[in-house]
């Protein structure tokens, strides 16, 4: 069975200072994909990234990075010089390549972010 | 504009009603979604429908039945509603396996 753990149930820090956040993963497929999603305190829920398992390269969109590390089964988020407006859920999911699958979510980190 | 609309926003309903949220995406896309999160922000998928056909049914009370009329609509019904069943249930689409999901604005369901 597929299943995505975010261990950092909560995570405070101060404007301006760098945060991670961990994701492991478990899946005996060889073939999937990796998502992060952000649930800002309005309430929707917003695509960050895509990653497929067979592309390792880490990816930077601003001050968003994302290391994936098959080796670990991990995908963490790492926020530079975090923001207020970065204070939100973050989740991490996971989907198989196989029809009749659907996103399995982790529990999601709450990050709080002070000025 | 909105790419996967759910409506109501909000539903407060006494224990016992028989509710509906409905869900429209205008994205083309082929396979729609019904996730529940609960109040401690688990997400959890509950139905999934690929044009039409229900190809995804979690393990979830009869109470709930989801209906799609066509790939662009999937709606939720929910019989006999309880305390349990509050929660955020958000509708979701997408284009194909392994592809994002857009998700909609989340429907707040309390039932009192």
């Known amino acids: 069975a597929q299943k995505v753990t975010q261990a950092q149930t909560e995570i405070s820090v101060v404007e301006k200072e760098d945060v991670t956040l961990d994701c492991v993963y478990e899946t005996r497929d060889t073939t999937y994909y990796l998502f992060w999603y952000k649930q800002p305190p309005s309430g929707e829920l917003v695509f960050l990234i895509r990653r497929n398992s067979f592309d390792e390269q880490n990816e930077i969109s601003g001050r968003y990075s994302w290391n994936f590390q098959k080796s670990t089964s991990s995908f963490n988020f790492t926020i530079t010089a975090s923001q207020v407006v970065d204070s939100a859920v973050y989740f991490c999911a996971l989907i198989l390549n196989q029809a009749g699958t659907a996103l399995i979510f982790g529990k999601g980190t709450t990050l709080s972010v002070s000025s | 504009d909105t790419a996967v609309s759910q409506t109501p926003k909000y539903l407060v309903t006494q224990m016992g009603n028989d509710k509906s949220i409905k869900c429209e995406q205008n994205?083309?896309?082929?396979?729609m979604y019904w996730y529940k999160q609960d109040s401690k922000k688990f997400l959890k998928i509950m139905f999934s429908y690929n044009n039409k056909e229900l190809i995804i049914n979690e393990t979830v009370p009869n109470r709930f039945s989801p209906k799609s009329p066509d790939k662009a609509h999937l709606n939720l019904h929910i019989n006999s509603l309880e305390l349990g069943d509050s929660a955020v249930y958000f509708c979701?689409?997408?284009?194909?396996?392994?592809?994002?999901?857009?998700f909609g604005s989340g429907t707040r369901l309390t039932v009192v």
């Open positions: 979701a689409s997408s284009q194909e396996q392994g592809a994002g999901y857009t």
């Open positions: 994205l083309g896309h082929d396979t």
